[in-house]
């Protein structure tokens, strides 16, 4: 990955806005691909025979690979071609904004992860899949990502996973033999690590991007996917005494983190840890190559959040990088050939094409990426839960996190005041839940 402060978008970016989650993983997560420039250029030359259609994407530097996927479709579906158009991630919203909204554009078009794909879907300008898309080998929380209101909306193709890489030669010096599976567990290597003269834990606190994390890892582990929808439903409160001991959890942390914590932004906590100096930090599947990058012959190993106890699953927090819609002004002539890539999307065959190409975890149940075994770790979670950008009342917890984050370790106050912080950005985005609207 490239570094956090130099990609198009990373998962400290995605902190205030769902809007750009769509792209999160595919600019992040990829490395070394040759940059394309920027203006748009068709893929195929068509014979007369072929269905065209047309894509739409954001991301330029992309287009080869986006290329080399559409051709692997193209060798399954010869009858069906498409050109692949991509246009820079800054302008790209104002672009395929403006075409729909005149009833012109592509024929297929990169979507926004929600809560902002809500706004295309109010707008009118998504085909409703429901039915038309066979979603049925794709894992539940990629599905979830594309359902509004119990319709389909897109086909997902890619996501990315956040959970917590170390290095397995500290733990082996420290004698840390298992990876831990809950809240004690996890203490107790720490303390084992710390015992050792090892740094256990490197994190970004002034900046609040990987308290963030943290944060939202932890407090998954309690939720499980039926708290988190009571959450969003507003069923279930952040100040709910199981939640307040998430930030009590993560004080409990602080003797593990590294010196001066508070002040440290995300750059220096990555090189902290890319360079060996500290054992673990929370980590996403984007982040692999950057480590890789500073030490090839690093000895890396990834586990999913602790659970709180052994009477809950351990998670990751997961989030959709590529998910294909529909124009509705699509010739009906078309339609057929635009539902059979969706749906070849959806299968092996597909999820293969777009991690051999994009490097995108793939989102079909069974397949395994390429490359790295950790990225097979992270594709076998024992729970996927949403990031909590890609939800409407979850939208802002980030933002909290960034803005006044050092608060939830300052012991002169109860961690039930930041825990009610967290929990009236929710009751915010609930009250204003009318406003996610069209937003062109």
Not at 138 to 165: E, H, L, M, N, Q
Request: with cysteine; proline share 6%; hydrophobic share 40%.
């Amino acid at each position: 990955m490239e570094d956090q402060h130099k990609s198009l978008i990373s998962r400290r970016s995605l902190l205030g806005t769902a809007g750009v989650a769509a792209g999160a993983g595919v600019a992040a997560t990829v490395a070394g691909v040759s940059a394309a420039p920027d203006s748009t250029t068709p893929f195929f030359q068509l014979n007369q025979e072929a269905t065209k259609l047309t894509f739409w994407g954001q991301f330029p530097e992309l287009l080869d690979p986006f290329k080399a996927v559409m051709a692997d479709f193209n060798a399954a579906h010869p009858d069906v071609q498409i050109d692949v158009e991509m246009t820079t991630n800054d302008q790209y919203k104002t672009k395929i904004q403006s075409a729909l909204n005149v009833g012109s554009g592509p024929d297929l078009y990169m979507v926004p992860a929600q809560p902002e794909m809500n706004n295309y879907v109010d707008a009118g300008t998504l085909v409703d899949l429901t039915g038309k898309v066979d979603l049925s080998q794709v894992v539940d929380v990629a599905v979830d990502a594309v359902t509004i209101d119990g319709k389909i909306w897109a086909s997902p193709s890619g996501r990315y996973t956040v959970g917590i890489c170390y290095h397995r030669n500290l733990f082996e010096e420290a004698g840390v033999t298992a990876e831990p599976t809950t809240w004690e567990e996890f203490r107790a290597a720490m303390q084992q690590l710390l015992d050792a003269g090892i740094t256990p834990y490197s994190i970004a606190a002034k900046d609040g991007s990987l308290t963030y994390f943290n944060y939202i890892g932890l407090a998954s582990s309690v939720l499980g996917a039926e708290g988190f929808e009571q959450l969003l439903a507003g069923e279930r409160k952040l100040t709910d005494e199981d939640l307040v001991a998430v930030v009590q959890e993560m004080r409990d942390w602080v003797p593990f983190y590294q010196q001066n914590f508070l002040g440290t932004p995300y750059a220096e906590a990555k090189a902290l840890f890319a360079t060996g100096k500290t054992a673990m930090m929370d980590c996403g599947s984007a982040d692999l190559s950057g480590y890789y990058d500073i030490d090839p012959d690093a000895q890396l190993g990834f586990f999913y959040w602790p659970a709180v106890d052994a009477d809950h699953s351990q998670v990751t927090n997961t989030g959709m990088s590529v998910m294909y819609g529909v124009n509705p002004t699509i010739d009906e002539s078309k339609m057929d050939a635009a539902l059979t890539f969706l749906n070849w999307v959806a299968t092996p065959d597909g999820a293969q094409s777009m991690n051999r190409n994009i490097k995108l975890l793939p989102v079909v149940d069974g397949v395994e990426p390429e490359g790295d075994p950790i990225l097979t770790v992270m594709v076998n979670s024992p729970l996927d839960i949403p990031v909590w950008y890609e939800r409407w009342p979850t939208l802002n917890i980030g933002t909290v996190w960034t803005t006044d984050g050092n608060s939830a370790f300052d012991t002169d106050n109860p961690p039930d005041e930041f825990a009610a912080k967290l929990q009236a950005s929710v009751d915010e985005q609930l009250a204003n839940t009318a406003m996610i609207t069209p937003a062109f």
